[in-house]
């Protein structure tokens, strides 16, 4: 990686706002989703799913559904390979119930059919047994002694002696005298803190068209964020060879970590070598709200002292994940990011991940992040509005910086959450009066950099133009911003540069866009690999010119002579050396393969001014204000857009959306209509101040931007309310009953 000093801070098509090359399509509707993607006599997949939230599977009989006109294949576990173990097996359970359903929708079988209609039909059809056993759905119920065992040898970590096997992991991590710290404080506070699970709500359901043969060579083709991790994930669930499937993903309806794991492609797959025939499967939203990946939900202890001044001297936290029926419930990194803003001398924190009789938990933008920032955030600022402290000077005076050890262990890189909370201070928002009902919250958060496995190649064409291709599917614009980069690093107008996301088949292997991970990683790999290309391009100009290929530099898309031979030559552009490829030693390409480090991460710090009716619990939003760090802002229009769209997520999670079970374990709310998602008419016009302090890592500074904006919401419009009503909610989401409620429990 290149030093401070070797960093590009002089840009000229980074920052600007160029269309992004994918838009067109998008909006004329010639952009190929999941759904829209077909083959020559493909069959239509309908999946039969458990109305049990735990039952044990008797007998499944689908004689009557094989009978109906144009149904071709039915499979059941007993189509998979059995002897998987540890995340395999999970993954394998997860797609088709084995002994057991675990969860109200967990797929039991599924059909292929001539038509989707007839599909779902025979779905109806097939004849399934249900011995119904004992539920649990929620968090803290499912770890007391009375509690429902849901599996057996769930488990992927070493589960602590004694506890209920429902909980598979526990995590200690902390340092410093945890009872000197909080004798030390003026005051302490001791609360619970709970938050349900929410979905990712991307537009377009899952959709997968595959094709399997008898010989174990397949193709898939998805909406997904990583397709090499498909590939894996589906060849290690159905035993087949990964290098002899093929995963390209479609254009992507959104994601926001709930597209990184599978559910139906490998159910595709087998059906499809089943019925000899490329079998597409499209889920439907209420498949995808019972049946993917929501996030956990979390019930959290925290204790946190804090001195007179404001310096905070001790935090203690207590995390229970219920992260569905398998494990995998982001513990730790809700207890990463809870006082990851803080440089705090004592500091204890237990986590425990715990199965429930729901869906897997899935990633979700800064997956367990929100969570424990709610927690954390809230509990800082009862403590001020307690002690007479203006919370956004004690976040100031305990901010961590560059040097500062963080509260799960790692020496923070320079990094800008002073910055922020500097911005956010400066931002007319921050100072504007509050009308009547109306309170203000402020809260910060972070999210890490990823970096993981990354392939990037790029090749010049014969007319000048650059093709670059990717492995992480564009998701929010990171095309346009890769473009942008190579535009950079070659000096060539980004109109020049063409960015496409190739296949499994096409390059090496990638993680998925994930992590705030593609504009990051991909970025960084596409700036060395358009590096290596400027050294071949001035490498012909110094051949043409019979010199030192030392003697010649790269510069706005041009080679020139350098040195001493500076000015005898005229600059030789990229179109004319491009237009000569064939004869001065064939085609031009650059590649980079390399896993970086995740470096850096973003901090962001929210103001929101949130208005109560104290006659019926309402809220509105009044206002909303993000400030992040993003290192540099590749393409700032698409930096605002991922500000603004992790706010609104925040917004819909703290204010509105909640998975509701009822007391038979089934999910009661598995529409939009009754899942509730914020629309236009629910948020503000969200204000943007885009911080750019460099990222040390990135050769342009670049630090990813996409989840850190999920996290201050939740606290901070918490933290408005209690300023607007006097009562503090600890739940969520705090929909009008429950703020009634609490305004009602306060007298
Ligand atoms: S929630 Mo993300 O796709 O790491």
Not at 254 to 262: A, H, L, R, S, Y
Not at 515 to 533: D, F, K, P, Q, V
Not at 573 to 585: F, K, L, N, R
């Amino acid at each position: 990686m290149m030093a401070l000093d070797d960093r590009k801070t002089n840009f000229k098509y980074i920052g600007t706002r160029p269309d992004r090359p994918d838009g067109l399509d998008k909006v004329t509707g010639r952009a190929r989703y999941g759904a829209d993607i077909q083959a020559p006599g493909m069959l239509h997949g309908a999946i039969v799913r458990s109305p049990h939230a735990h039952a044990r599977i008797l007998k499944i009989d689908a004689s009557k559904a094989l009978a109906l006109k144009g149904v071709k294949a039915v499979v059941t576990r007993a189509d998979f390979p059995t002897g998987l173990t540890g995340e395999d097996w999970n993954l394998q359970e997860n797609v088709m119930a084995g002994e057991k359903a675990l969860y109200d929708g967990h797929a039991v079988a599924a059909v292929a059919a001539s038509s989707a209609l007839i599909a779902r039909d025979a779905a109806k059809l097939v004849e399934v047994e249900y011995e119904p056993l004992p539920h649990v759905t929620d968090v803290d119920a499912a770890m007391r002694p009375d509690a429902p065992v849901i599996r057996e040898g769930a488990a992927d970590y070493s589960v602590p002696e004694g506890m209920h096997p429902n909980v598979v992991r526990r995590i200690e991590f902390g340092r410093g005298d945890m009872d000197a710290a909080f004798a030390e404080a003026d005051e302490v506070l001791e609360a619970t803190y709970r938050t349900e699970a929410t979905h990712q709500g991307y537009i377009e359901p899952h959709a997968c068209l595959a094709q399997l043969g008898a010989d174990g060579k397949g193709e898939l083709w998805c909406c997904t964020q990583g397709h090499w991790f498909v590939r894996r994930m589906c060849a290690s669930v159905l035993g087949l060879d990964a290098s002899q499937l093929r995963v390209t993903p479609s254009e992507i309806g959104g994601g926001f970590g709930g597209k990184t794991t599978i559910f139906i492609d490998p159910v595709a797959l087998a059906l499809s070598r089943k019925a000899g025939r490329p079998v597409k499967i499209v889920m439907s939203r209420s498949e995808v709200l019972r049946a993917t990946g929501p996030t956990a939900s979390a019930s959290m202890d925290i204790k946190l002292g804090m001195k007179r001044d404001g310096t905070i001297t001790a935090a203690q936290g207590t995390f229970r994940l219920q992260g569905g029926a398998f494990p995998g419930a982001p513990t730790a990194e809700t207890m990463q990011c809870a006082f990851a803003c803080y440089e705090i001398p004592a500091i204890l924190e237990i986590g425990y991940d715990v199965i429930t009789n729901r869906p897997k938990q899935a990633a979700y933008r800064a997956p367990g992040a929100p969570m424990g920032a709610f927690a954390a955030e809230s509990a800082i600022d009862e403590l001020c509005r307690r002690m007479g402290l203006d919370p956004l000077e004690v976040r100031l005076k305990n901010a961590v910086k560059e040097g500062s050890k963080s509260s799960y262990g790692p020496t923070y890189p320079r990094i800008g959450l002073v910055e922020t909370l500097e911005a956010a201070k400066a931002h007319p928002h921050y100072s504007a009066p509050l009308g009547p009902n109306q309170g203000r919250g402020v809260a910060s958060g972070y999210w890490f950099n990823w970096g993981g496995e990354t392939s990037v190649s790029m090749a010049v064409s014969e007319d000048g133009t650059v093709q670059v291709s990717v492995g992480t599917p564009d998701i929010g614009g990171s095309r346009a911003s890769m473009s942008l980069m190579a535009a950079e690093a070659l000096g060539i107008p980004y109109e020049n540069v063409r960015c496409n996301v190739v296949d499994t088949g096409a390059l090496g292997v990638n993680e998925p866009t994930h992590g705030s991970r593609a504009t990051y990683a991909s970025g960084l790999a596409t700036i060395e690999a358009a590096r290596e290309i400027a050294g071949k391009l001035c490498q012909r100009a110094a051949d043409k010119w019979g010199i030192d290929a030392e003697a010649v530099i790269w510069e706005d898309g041009c080679a020139k002579p350098s040195g001493p031979n500076a000015g005898d030559f005229p600059p030789m552009p990229i179109a004319e050396i491009a237009a000569e490829m064939g004869q001065t030693g064939g085609p031009i390409s650059g590649h980079f393969e390399a896993t970086p480090n995740g470096h850096g991460g973003s901090f962001g710090t929210h103001i929101v001014d949130i208005e109560v009716d104290p006659e019926t619990g309402r809220t509105t939003v009044v206002r909303y204000t993000v400030v992040q760090d993003a290192g540099k802002a590749i393409h700032p229009a698409y930096v605002e857009g991922q500000f603004q769209g992790g706010a609104a997520q925040g917004i819909g999670w703290a204010l509105n959306e909640e998975y509701i079970y009822g007391t038979d374990g089934r999910l009661q709310n598995p529409v939009f209509l009754d899942y509730r998602v914020p629309v236009a008419s629910d948020l503000p016009m969200i204000d943007t101040v885009i911080v750019e302090v460099p990222n040390p890592g990135h050769p342009y500074g670049v630090r990813g931007v996409g989840e850190t904006g999920i996290t201050p919401p939740l606290p901070a419009i918490a933290n408005a309310v209690a300023g607007a009503t006097g009562v503090r909610l600890r739940q969520l989401p705090m929909t009008p009953p429950r703020i009634l409620a609490a305004i009602q429990a306060n007298g």
